[in-house]
């Protein structure tokens, strides 16, 4: 059996690749991939959590799953927005953009 | 034994495939990188017998959520494939990596601190069957979730249509 430790350390990793990714870069997409990369790393702490601590309950499984959800709607509205902005400044860089309203 | 080498190889894979991700210059390839980590995420979920929510991680996440960055990609910049690139300013890498080693220790040294956690059971490999899990999706009893399920859908609906209207193009006045 794998340690709980093992899904822990390999999480926050996981998470801090992600954070340093949304520091450093700065395209939109990729800001927004490494949103993802965070949210992944938080799915893999709840269901570890219910599964190896807490077997007999489903609650950190459900709070994975719909997470799933959010983050696939998440998702579409930014790309959405993404495409609105390419559109208007025609650039992709987060450092174009200087107003909320074109 | 065998989950632990199995655990390795999803480790090495998502580790390295999530540092490609972030570092690599190219959108394109950092999209095809982040692939790989949900595949690995997914793989993951699989190894702790949650088979349901690993299937739905590879439909979603992988097969899904890529698609639509893909296609911003494509749609954002024509020179996408012929290698957009994107400066990476040294400063900011330098004070990023700090940063994030500073906060990646902090965090792991507080996990590993936690005696809570050293009580952790040996659980039985088995799989959650899927009745008791379809059964908590859409019951309305005590730690039923259909609440939680319909405002997912309806979030959903409402995201896609938002997502439409940001995204249409504006008529010429």
Known sequence: MIPVQCYFVLSALLFFIGVFGFITRRNLIAMLISVELILNAVDINFAAFNRILYPDSMEGMFMTLFSIGVSAAESAVAIAIIINVYRNFKSDSVDSIKNMKW | ?173
């Not at chain 2, 095809?32 to 996440?61: H, N």
């Not at chain 2, 220790?105 to 040996?122: D, P, R």
């Open chain 2, 1 to 173: 034994m065998a989950n632990m080498i199995m655990f390795c190889i999803l480790a090495v894979v998502i580790l390295g495939s999530a540092i490609m991700c972030v570092t690599t210059t190219r959108i394109m390839r950092a999209a095809t990188f982040m692939l790989f980590v949900l595949f690995g995420v997914a793989g993951l979920y699989f190894l702790l017998d949650y088979t349901y929510l690993g299937a739905a991680q590879i439909s979603v996440y992988a097969g899904g959520v890529t698609m639509i960055y893909v296609f911003a990609i494509q749609l954002v910049s024509k020179r996408t494939l012929q290698g957009l690139t994107e400066r990476m300013k040294g400063s900011r890498v330098v004070w990023g990596g700090l940063l994030t080693l500073v906060g990646c220790a902090t965090v792991i040294l507080v996990l590993l601190k936690n005696q809570f956690l050293m009580s952790g059971l040996t659980t039985p490999d088995v799989e959650v069957p899927m009745k008791s899990v379809g059964e908590a999706l859409v019951g309305s009893g005590k730690y039923q979730y259909v609440l939680a399920f319909e405002f997912i859908s309806l979030f959903l609906l409402a995201c896609i249509i938002g997502g439409l209207v940001v995204s249409r193009k504006e008529e010429e006045k």
